[in-house]
């Protein structure tokens, strides 16, 4: 079983910048793939950016379209956390943040490969 607890939303200036966490209390998996997805009001969950946590090392993370060059995904193996620092945030990245994880070290960008979920941090960018 896989716990993950987010943190770090909030309300931001268009420009600003955030930093979301999310802590995994993980029992079994020796590897494990975290990842950030969002879901903005009437628009499908997208794809934010992921890495294999338990090989963090920098280097392996991947992103969607939308945000790269603009946020950076990084993690601590030792921590079991993982952290999105968004910069140059729009208002079209206003959203809930959902932090997810699957066993097994992967490149996986879609939303039915990920079984662990967090409840979802809320992130809304103002013009």
């Known amino acids: 079983q896989v716990q993950l607890v987010e943190s770090g939303g909030g309300l931001v200036q268009a420009g600003g910048s955030l930093r979301l966490s999310c802590a995994a209390s993980?029992?079994?998996?020796?590897?494990?793939?975290m990842s950030w997805f969002r879901q903005a009001p009437g628009k499908e969950r997208e794809f934010v950016a992921g890495t294999p946590l338990s090989a963090w090392s920098g280097g392996i993370e991947y992103y969607g379209d939308s945000v790269k060059g603009r946020f950076t995904i990084s993690g601590d193996k030792d921590k079991n956390t993982v952290y999105l620092q968004m910069n140059s945030l729009k208002p079209d990245d206003t959203a809930v943040y959902y932090c997810?994880?699957?066993?097994?070290?992967?490149?996986?960008?879609?939303?039915?490969?990920?079984?662990?979920w967090g409840q979802g941090t809320q992130v809304t960018v103002s013009s």
């Open positions: 997810t994880a699957r066993e097994g070290v992967t490149r996986a960008t879609t939303q039915g490969l990920y079984p662990y």
């Open positions: 993980i029992r079994t998996f020796s590897r494990i793939t």
